[in-house]
C-alpha cells in the first residue's frame, strides 16, 4: 500500500493495528533501479528501447508519488500499440509512440477519455 494511504487506517484502529505489525516500507526506486524494472521485462522478449526512450519514462515518473502502477500501465500501452502497428518487427519500442499515447501522465489520461465516450 503506499505511504501516502496508511492515514486512512486510523478510523479503523484494530485494522491499523494489525497493518502496522506486517508493514514493510519500500523506499522511492532510484534512477538505476527504475532503468532495470523498465528495460528487464522488454529484454527478456528481446526487445529494446529506443535511444533516450527510457531516460524519457524515468524524467517523467521519478519523484511522483504513485507512479510505478500508472508507469506499468504506459509500458503495457507502449507495448501493445507497438505490437499493433507493426508487430515489433524490428523489436524497438518508440519514442514517437510513447509521445502519442501521451507519456506516463497522458496514457491514464487517454484511457479515461476512451472508456467514457
Not at 21 to 28: D, G, H, S, Y
Given at each position: 500500500m503506499r505511504a501516502d494511504f496508511l492515514d486512512r487506517f486510523s478510523v479503523y484502529p484494530r485494522f491499523a493495528a494489525l497493518v502496522e505489525?506486517?508493514?514493510?516500507?519500500?523506499?522511492?526506486m532510484q534512477a538505476d533501479e527504475l532503468r532495470l524494472a523498465i528495460e528487464q521485462p522488454a529484454a527478456q522478449h528481446g526487445v529494446v528501447f529506443e535511444r533516450g526512450l527510457v531516460e524519457?519514462?524515468?524524467?517523467?515518473?521519478q519523484g511522483q508519488p504513485g507512479s510505478l502502477p500508472l508507469l506499468q500501465y504506459t509500458l503495457d500501452l507502449l507495448w501493445e500499440a507497438e505490437r499493433v502497428t507493426d508487430g515489433l518487427t524490428d523489436r524497438h519500442l518508440n519514442?514517437?509512440?510513447?509521445?502519442?499515447?501521451?507519456?506516463?501522465?497522458?496514457?491514464?489520461?487517454?484511457?479515461?477519455?476512451?472508456?467514457?465516450?
Open positions: 505489525k506486517n508493514i514493510t516500507l519500500v523506499a522511492e524519457e519514462i524515468i524524467k517523467d515518473v519514442t514517437q509512440v510513447y509521445r502519442e499515447l501521451g507519456g506516463v501522465r497522458g496514457a491514464l489520461q487517454n484511457a479515461r477519455m476512451r472508456f467514457t465516450r
